[in-house]
């Protein structure tokens, strides 16, 4: 099993420029996640999802968008990137049950905006 | 109060020794809690997760769950400059969807 997949791995984009970020898993998992970490700090949450077409938003939606038409992807929209949008993003996913059940996390996309 | 907190550190121990890594929260966050370690430009690893009050240990790791005094703490035993990075503390909001993560505490072992 590949796990959480995110593409791409690095990206250099220009303040205006809009792009997205993919996540998919293999492992039938009903929530996911899309975090970003920046320098020193902890993750914080910008958007989850609990199933196809369900996705609610997190601590820091603005600026962002997604969308969840099949289980397996979980696509990050950046519609006008701004320099303080620059961050590492990680995507992450869980089964559905309980509140005790982890997140597993992708390699993550490391995102500059000039 | 935020309802994950960590000291950010560093906490620097020789190698061999015991690290102590500890974890406050709120009553804003359920009982369950995990630990994940993180490589300097890598994903988090989940290490541990804890629900009950008490102590679980696996292999040279033991977390901590005291809900009296909300906290968590993990230690690692005979500790390896491989065990050098940041250390997350997490748990799930009360409704049980979201995962609040604290800052972080950098951990470095020195030879």
């Known amino acids: 099993n590949a796990g959480v997949t995110q593409t791409p791995k690095f990206r250099i984009l220009k303040i205006g420029q809009s792009m997205t970020l993919q996540c998919a898993q293999d492992?039938?998992?009903?929530?996911m996640y899309w975090y970003r970490q920046d320098p020193g700090m902890g993750l914080k949450l910008i958007y989850y999802?609990?199933?196809?077409?369900?996705?609610d938003k997190g601590e820091v939606p603005n600026g962002y968008n997604v969308s969840r038409s099949t289980t397996e992807d979980f696509p990050l929209r950046l519609e006008l990137a701004a320099p303080s949008q620059t961050s590492v993003y990680f995507c992450?996913?869980?089964?559905?049950?309980?509140?005790?059940?982890?997140?597993?996390f992708g390699d993550g996309t490391r995102l500059s905006i000039l | 109060q935020k309802e994950v907190e960590q000291n950010s550190g560093p906490l620097s121990v020789p190698e061999g020794a015991i690290a102590s890594l500890n974890c406050t929260y709120s009553?804003?966050?359920?009982?369950?809690f995990f630990w994940y370690r993180q490589y300097s430009g890598k994903s988090p690893e989940l290490i541990m997760s804890?629900?009950?009050?008490g102590d679980k240990e696996d292999g040279r790791f033991t977390a901590q769950l005291n809900k009296a005094s909300q906290y968590v703490s993990l230690l690692i035993r005979d500790s390896q400059p491989s065990d050098s990075a940041t250390y997350l503390c997490?748990?799930?909001?009360?409704?049980?969807?979201?995962?609040?993560f604290g800052g972080g505490t950098r951990l470095m072992v020195k030879p």
């Open positions: 992450a996913s869980r089964v559905e049950g309980g509140r005790g059940q982890p997140q597993h």
């Open positions: 492992m039938n998992h009903n929530y």
């Open positions: 999802s609990v199933g196809a077409g369900i996705t």
């Open positions: 009553d804003r966050v359920s009982q369950s």
């Open positions: 804890i629900y009950s009050n």
């Open positions: 997490a748990a799930y909001n009360n409704a049980g969807n979201m995962l609040t």
